[in-house]
């Protein structure tokens, strides 16, 4: 199902496989997590990450009927970028709503698919100054977290919405920004491991490592012509609770691209392996270069959203591969 050809994607003559199914993903776009006050949680993930707030739209009356948020919203939606800049690497998508209002997390509502967000650093001991000297508070994992298929030494903090962040050590890149904090991974909570895999390699995942760690399943993905960018997947039981909205404070959401949105969605449909497929949208933002996206959503076997974004491959220059 993965068919393709051997194309120097990366740049820099690495060779990725460029692959032909149509509603297959080839990189990360962004990671979504809405906010009660967007101004205050920029300011917090630039002063921290050293992120450049590259686009920016304000919406007004927009159609958000398909996330079950009514045909007239208002947002204010800030997308956050590492050292790589926007064609090399995901964004932080920060989505301030304002009609309705952001939805505070509440304790009885259902555990989030999106459990943790994660950066890598060449050095922990550098960012852990940097913590200390910001006031923010963190601890520190015994043994390290899973990622890639390794142990990492790590930390994880909450920002100022309670979402967990994590940060990890990890040897850089040769093309990598030096000295800076870089988008690496998205933790994700699933009821079945295998059923979730299964999902994922249906859209473009590959399986990087399956483990077992304190007695959980866990496993790390990755998309092959974007390898730098992991999801990071373990088993716990679904516990029942109030679902969450679209518009809830936290991590809801991922973006990723395909070339084509509406030849996407016909591959989804004949393939039938997603089942029922909802008609592609488009959200305009005339405020940002793209003029906004066409987007179709997907929900995971926990009901975990994924968009798929339509953005081709040329516009995009993945760097190689972390270690």
Known sequence: MSSGTATDLAGGGVTLQRDAVAHHAHAVLHCNLNTAAVERSSAFHMALFDLDPRMRSVSKGGDSATMGLGDSTDSVTSFLFDARGPRSAPALELVGWSRPQTEPAEPGMVAPILAALGFR???????????????????????????????RAALRFADPDGVAFEVVEMVPADTDPQWTALLSHERMRCSDLSATIAWYEGIGWQVRSRDEVDDRATA????????????????????????????????????????????AYDSLVDSGAHGAVPEPVVFSMPDIPTGGFEVLFLADPDGGVVELVERPRETMRRPQEPR
């Open 121 to 151: 650093v060449a050095s922990l001991a550098v960012f852990e100054k940097r913590l200390k000297a910001t006031g923010v508070a963190f601890v520190s994992i015994e043994g390290g977290l899973m990622v890639r298929g390794r142990k």
């Open 220 to 263: 790390s993905l990755i998309l092959p012509e974007d390898p730098t960018f992991s999801l990071e997947l373990i088993e716990i039981p679904a516990v029942s609770g109030t679902p969450r909205a679209a518009n809830t404070q936290g991590l809801y959401r991922i973006a990723l691209a395909v070339d084509n949105v509406r030849e």
